[in-house]
């Protein structure tokens, strides 16, 4: 019986070692991995940064101003101005015939003058 | 194991045969057994000990084995972390009110130089002097070659400049990253922003601090590790802030103006919708501050919140108000404005020697803007209140806006208050402050009269401030205002739909010296919008406006400031989501908006 349980000791020593050497050597592949996914993630953060950064830039107002002004004849944008409000039923009515599958709104309303009482 | 008996027969028998005691035998059996027991059990106890000395033994040399390494090895930062933790930038960023970029960090690199590790000196001056037109070659051979060490070249690089200095090859030209503040809109908002600039220089990074405006003011949260991943969000609407600077600069050159300064203010929330103050300056490349003249003509003079200066009539509806509210006055109430009004030596006359007189109502008074109307109510008043007023409105201490340049703006108060400085602080004379401190005020006014601290980060939520005034006071002024517009000073600050009321203000400049100059002139309009129910203040100043188009140069707020106003009320009021009211909309009116 008792030699029996010392090979059994051995072989689970052995088991475990062989396992230990594994997972020592996972655990260091996956550090790499991670510390090269950490180094992907930096740089394309600081890329990121860079491109928002240039984004805002593109998007500055005054560059925006001089691109409408440059383009005029194609888009024809002005200055958004109070005289563009308009009331919905200025506004055309919506086709009456919807695509199939799609749900018509009825009895829609706008309601008006709810800004308060003039002065 | 054999067992040896204690009393052994065969001894025993032989002990008794001679007489002798057998208990001897037993007794001396039983102490060797003892011995022997003993002697085992030592044994046993100094194996035990020995292998417990061994593995303490072996235990502390691990510690301190472990111990040397970490403190004879680099230190390493922990690679194993809970969270793929991101890399942050050092500083937060600024953004508006709809998140888009006002201030960030770019990634760029310093430019060092180690004149030990350099191979060719006279040629590494050579290139690098063209590279940068702005140094010298002689300069910069004769201090890489005066034994120095190290030496730093260029603080910031672009990619362009850094590729060419990579192209020069030199071992002893060497980079450090750096993180570099970068405003992308550039002159933009350049006086809430600020500035930042390097702080302490190491090869391996630099602090970035904050040199003025928000960026100082704000610099521990803006440095704060914690809330480096949040970025800071302002109140300023980027759309408005430049359709504001716009129409303020083409205003300032039709008003041949050397200065103007603009605020935009949310009277429920105090939130500075827009800041402007020209002329301003590109923050990414901040100008020094002068060193001669005088400061307030630099760009980096804030005009809306360091600017202090007297802002004349605009200050009658406080009196006014305050009048109403203590019960003095109502607006049909009649006063006799002749002038002058006479105050021991002094005489106060209406502007341009005008005389409305012989009586104004109070609303007339305002209408009219009557200086001698404004000081008889201000004298039923009386200095105590009236500065207890002023006060609660915080006309009388430095703005609490988020910028570090509004400590520098404190309102200049007269030490003491006797009955002419009552008079004149009525109207706005003798008594300074900046365009945010009224600001302010017109806000409370706006809000229903209880007091609203403007600040320049977002929020959503409503200022519940102390109440200075009741709210059906509030109403009375704002209403007067309005009539300022329809039927008074300010008639061309009208625009179709937003019912803008307002004041004028125009202050005769105050000389170095003491006294006044009679043709430089500060015109302030005053306004809240729409008047029916009041959203936004907004304040307009010009400096030394002169409007040219009639036959003689006017200085009058009506003619330089309200026209600019209203310009930037029509631009903004539709971007602020505010619907013009042309027409009298029946009330409840449903309109069907489908077949």
């Not at chain 1, 805002?56 to 383009?71: E, F, G, H, I």
């Not at chain 2, 203590?326 to 002749?338: A, C, E, H, I, K």
């Not at chain 2, 008079?423 to 302010?440: R, V």
Request: no cysteine; net charge neutral.
């Amino acid at each position: 019986m008792r030699p029996v349980l010392y090979v059994a000791t051995f072989m689970a020593v052995m088991a475990l070692a062989f396992w230990a050497y594994r997972e020592n050597y996972a655990t260091q592949r996956a550090l790499r991995n991670v510390t090269d996914l950490q180094r992907e993630i930096t740089a394309l953060r600081e890329a990121l940064s860079i491109q928002n950064a240039e984004w805002a830039y593109l998007n500055r107002p005054d560059r925006l101003r001089d691109l409408t002004a440059l383009n005029y004849d194609r888009l024809g944008l002005l200055p958004l101005e109070p005289e563009q409000f308009g009331q919905v039923d200025q506004t055309a009515y919506p086709p009456s015939t919807f695509p199939a599958g799609m749900l018509a709104v009825s009895d829609a309303v706008d309601v008006g003058g709810t800004q308060g009482t003039l002065p | 194991m054999t067992r040896t008996p204690l009393r052994p027969l065969a001894r025993i028998l032989s002990a008794r045969l001679k007489g002798e005691n057998p208990d001897k035998i037993e007794r001396e059996n039983l102490r060797l057994r003892h011995e022997a027991t003993r002697d085992k059990a030592r044994a046993r106890a100094e194996v035990r000990l020995l292998f417990l000395g061994l593995a303490f033994f072996a235990a502390f040399s691990l510690i301190g084995t472990r111990m040397g390494m970490l403190a004879a090895s680099e230190p390493e930062e922990a690679q194993v972390r809970a969270s793929g933790a991101p890399i942050l930038a050092q500083r937060g960023d600024i953004t508006d009110r709809n998140g888009r970029v006002l201030a960030t960090n770019l990634q760029t690199y310093a430019l060092y130089a180690q004149p030990k590790d350099m191979v060719d000196p006279a040629r590494v001056a050579r290139e690098v002097a063209a590279i940068f037109p702005d140094m010298i070659e002689a300069d910069l051979h004769r201090r890489l070659t005066d034994g120095r060490s190290f030496m730093w070249l260029r603080r910031v690089l672009s990619p362009e400049q850094m590729q060419r200095v990579h192209d020069i090859g030199d071992p002893g030209l060497l980079f450090g990253p750096r993180e570099m503040r970068l405003y992308p809109n550039g002159t933009l908002a350049a006086h809430v922003l600020g500035g930042a600039s390097f702080g302490a220089e190491g090869v391996q990074s630099a602090e970035v601090i904050g040199t003025a405006g928000i960026e100082k003011a704000m610099d521990a949260r803006l440095r704060d590790p914690g809330q480096a991943g949040t970025p800071l969000t302002l109140s300023l609407d980027l759309t408005i802030q430049a359709t504001i600077e716009e129409v303020l600069s083409t205003g300032m050159q039709m008003m041949n103006a050397k200065g103007a300064a603009a605020i935009l203010m949310d009277v429920h929330t105090g939130e500075i919708v827009s800041l402007a103050s020209l002329p301003t300056f590109d923050p990414n490349n901040r100008p020094s501050l002068p060193v001669s003249g005088d400061p307030g003509d630099s760009p980096l003079f804030n005009r809306a919140v360091q600017g202090v200066y007297e802002l004349g009539s605009t200050y009658k509806i406080f009196a006014v108000a305050q009048a109403m509210e203590l019960g003095l006055v109502n607006p049909s109430t009649m006063f006799d404005v002749t002038p002058p009004l006479r105050m021991g030596r002094f005489k106060i006359n209406e502007f341009e020697g005008k005389n409305y007189g012989p009586l104004l109502s109070v609303s007339d008074i305002i209408t009219k803007s009557s200086n001698v109307g404004t000081g008889r109510i201000a004298l039923l008043i009386g200095g105590v209140r009236q500065k207890a007023f002023l006060t609660a409105l915080g006309l009388l201490d430095a703005s609490p806006i988020e910028v570090v340049e509004a400590r520098t703006g404190k309102p200049l108060i007269p030490k003491r208050w006797p009955e002419i400085v009552t008079i004149t602080a009525a109207y706005g004379q003798g008594i300074s402050s900046s365009p945010m401190n009224l600001a302010a005020a017109y806000a409370t006014i706006a809000n229903g009269g209880t007091s609203v601290k403007p600040t320049l980060l977002h929020s959503e939520t409503r200022q519940q401030g102390p109440r200075v005034m009741s709210a059906a006071t509030a109403k009375a002024a704002v209403t007067m205002l309005r009539r300022v517009v329809t039927d008074g000073t300010a008639s061309l600050g009208d625009v179709p739909g937003y019912f803008v009321a307002g004041k004028t203000g125009t202050a005769d400049k105050p000389k170095k010296g003491g006294g006044y100059y009679d043709d430089k002139v500060i015109n302030t309009f005053a306004s809240i919008f729409p008047a029916n129910d009041p959203a936004y203040v907004l304040i307009v100043t010009l400096d030394e406006p002169i409007e040219t188009s009639g036959d003689e140069p006017r200085r009058t707020a009506g003619w330089t400031s309200v026209p600019v106003a209203a310009e930037i009320i029509r631009r903004t009021a539709p971007l602020l989501g505010l619907r013009p009211e042309v027409e009298a909309i029946p009330l409840d009116r449903l309109t069907a908006v489908s077949n």
